[in-house]
Structures are given as C-alpha cells and as structure tokens.
C-alpha cells in the first residue's frame, strides 16, 4: 500500500489550498478514505470521511462548511477542497486507509500553513 499526499502549502488566511492523495497497492474503489491532521504539540485528529463510493461524506466539526472530501476511483485518487482557511488549519496533512486487518496505512503527509 502506497499513499502520496500532494497540494500542502503557504496561504493566508481565507485562502483555499487543494491537497490530493494518490493510492496504489489496493483496490481504492473499496475503500473509505480518510484525511488526518497534526499541528504542532497536538494529537493527529480526523479531518474528513469518504466512503468507498463516495455517497457517504463525514467531518469534523471545525471544517464543516469549509472543507470538501472528494475522490476519483478511477484516478485512485481522493481530495480535500480546503476554503476559508485559517491559521488554526496549521498542520500536515495524512491520508489513511484502514485494511480488512485493522492495520492503518499513512502518507507522508504535505505541510499547510496558514499565516499573513
């Protein structure tokens, strides 16, 4: 399993950024897909929630309204439209996979930052 997170950045606040995770080494297309984020000194939390066909879409309450997740299966590909931002958003950014065994597979995740 591979996953390779791109899009991370420099932006000022009320700017958007688009992050995207390419995934190879599974069959993306029956998967859910998740976005993390860790800040500084902070615990790894859950952005965003996709499900395998992507009717299914859950947030976090602090992006909710702002935050978009979004994928491609036939690009093995899954998105998060980030709009509004703010210097709280400050973070890397993760792409997960959860496999049939329990066993969590990580991207080396891509820099946002958030400042003027």
């Known amino acids: 399993v591979q996953l390779v997170e791109s899009g991370g950045g420099l932006v000022q606040p009320g700017g958007s950024l688009r992050l995207s995770c390419t995934a190879s080494?599974?069959?993306?297309?029956?998967?859910?897909m998740r976005w993390y984020r860790q800040a500084p000194g902070k615990e790894r939390e859950s952005v965003a929630l996709i499900s395998s066909s992507g009717a299914v879409r859950n947030y976090a309450e602090s992006v909710k309204g702002r935050f978009t997740i979004s994928r491609d299966n036939a690009k093995n590909t899954v998105y998060l439209q980030m709009n509004s931002l703010k210097p709280e958003d400050t973070a890397v950014y993760y792409c997960?996979?959860?496999?049939?065994?329990?066993?969590?597979?990580w991207g080396q995740g891509t820099q946002v930052t958030v400042s003027s």
């Open positions: 080494g599974f069959t993306f297309s029956s998967y859910p």
């Open positions: 997960n996979v959860l496999d049939v065994f329990g066993v969590n597979y």
